[in-house]
């Protein structure tokens, strides 16, 4: 099994910023990607960004140029720098891996979510 353990959330003000950190353990033999999603009160969950194996980024349209995904393959730990947030970018925010596990079997594993709020 895999655990991801979240962390950096919590209170600011607008135009502030807070790093957010996934830290994964576990048996994993390759991670495929890692991501993170958010989710509003009364709103679906929503792809915030990922990266891929190959270090690609995919990065949602609403948040671009505020905030940077990144990683350390070392620690298999994925990063979320958010920047210049806006009230409307608070959420629960949840990390993903796409990581093969056992049995050889790509799966996907969430973690528990940590609240941003951004206060006018």
């Known amino acids: 099994q895999v655990q991801l353990v979240e962390s950096g959330g919590g209170l600011v003000q607008a135009g502030g910023s807070l790093r957010l950190s996934c830290a994964a353990s576990?048996?994993?033999?390759?991670?495929?990607?890692m991501g993170w999603y958010r989710q509003a009160p009364g709103k679906q969950r929503e792809l915030v960004a990922d990266?891929?194996?190959?270090?690609?980024?995919n990065v949602a349209d609403s948040v671009k140029g505020r905030f940077t995904i990144s990683r350390d393959i070392t620690k298999n730990t994925v990063y979320l720098q958010m920047n210049s947030l806006k009230p409307e970018d608070t959420a629960v925010y949840y990390c993903?891996?796409?990581?093969?596990?056992?049995?050889?079997?790509?799966?996907?594993?969430w973690g528990q979510g940590t609240q941003v709020t951004v206060s006018s």
């Open positions: 576990g048996i994993m033999y390759s991670i495929n990607a």
């Open positions: 990266i891929r194996k190959s270090g690609s980024t």
């Open positions: 993903n891996i796409n990581a093969v596990t056992t049995g050889y079997l790509s799966k996907l594993f």
